[in-house]
C-alpha cells in the first residue's frame, strides 16, 4: 500500500502544478473580450482544440493501470475512484480552452480570426478539414515518388558526365588513374573524421596466425636383407 499512496502524491501534485500554471498565464494575457470571443469561433471552426479531449481519459487511464500494478486486489475500487475523480475533474477544461483562445488572440487579430472562423465554417472550409488528411498523404507519396526519380536521374546524368570528363583527362595525362574498385576501402559508418591537415592514423595490421607445420613424415623402416645361409657341409 505504500507504492499506492506515493502514486497518489504524485497525482496530486501534478494536479496542482498545472491548475497554478493555467492561473499564472491567465493573468498573464492581456486580450479584450472581443478578441476571445474571435477567437473561440475560430478554435471551433478550426477543431483546433479537438485532440485536447483525450488528455484527460488518457491521464486517468495511466493513473488506473499505475495503482493496479501496485494493488492488483482493488482492481474495482481503484478504477471507480479514478474515474469518479476523474469525472470531477472534467470541468478544468474549460482552461485549457481559454488558454488557446488566448493563443490565438495573441497570433491573430480580430478580423482574421473572424475571417478563419468564416471561411472553416463554409461548404469549402469543412471539405478541407475532412479530406486535407487523405490529402496529404498523397502528396508525400507524390514526393517520394518524385524523389526517387530525381535521385535516379541525377546520379545516371553526373556518373555519364564525370566518367567523361575524367577519362579524358587520364588519357591527357592530367590526372591518375582511378583505383580498382577492389582497392578502396569504405570506411566504417561510426569512424571519428580526421583533424584537418593530419592524416588519420592506420591501425597496425594483424598479423596472421602462423601456420602449423605439419610433422615430417617418419622414413619407412628399411628392410634387412636376409642372412645368407651358410653352405651345407658334404658327409
Known sequence: M????ALGRVAAAALIVSGFGFATLSKAAEVTDEQLKAAYAAIKATGATVPFDSILPNIAEQLKASFIQASPN?????SSTVD?????????????????????AKTFTTDELNTIANFFNSDVGKKFLKDVPLANRELFKAADIWSAGVQRDLTKSAADKLEKIIGEKIKAGQAPAPLPADAVTPQADNAAPADAGEA??????EKAPAKEKAPAPKPAPKEKAPAAKAPAQQQ
Not at 588519420?200 to 595490421?205: G, H, I, R, S
Open 84 to 104: 469518479d475523480d476523474a469525472l470531477a475533474l472534467a470541468g478544468r477544461r474549460g482552461d485549457l480552452e481559454k488558454e488557446a483562445a488566448t493563443v490565438y
Open 200 to 205: 588519420p592514423a592506420k591501425a597496425p595490421a
Open 2 to 5: 505504500l507504492k499506492f499512496a
Open 74 to 78: 482493488y482492481q474495482d475500487i481503484i
